[in-house]
């Protein structure tokens, strides 16, 4: 099990170097209101990151799931 716990420091080092966004600031980034935010987070449509009652994002997973959108 230390191994596992070993394996993912450094993805959790790497991701705790870049700034969360809030709700506002995501919503801003992705021209939405913020409502939608909250609702596709609560769905699980857009990835966040819950801290406490919380919600945040990272500004890269919301690029990679705007690239996934596109068609």
């Not at 099990?1 to 790497?14: K, Y």
């Not at 709700?23 to 609702?39: G, K, T």
């Not at 596709?40 to 799931?65: M, T």
Request: glycine share 2%.
């Amino acid at each position: 099990m230390a191994v596992d716990q070993l394996q993912l420091a450094p993805r959790a080092t790497a991701m705790l170097s870049e700034p969360l966004l809030t709700p506002v600031e995501a919503a801003a980034l992705l021209a939405v209101r913020r409502s939608w935010i909250y609702d596709a987070a609560r769905s699980g449509q857009l990835p966040c990151v819950r801290v406490g009652r919380h919600v945040r994002f990272l500004r890269s997973d919301l690029e990679v799931w705007v690239a996934r959108q596109r068609t």
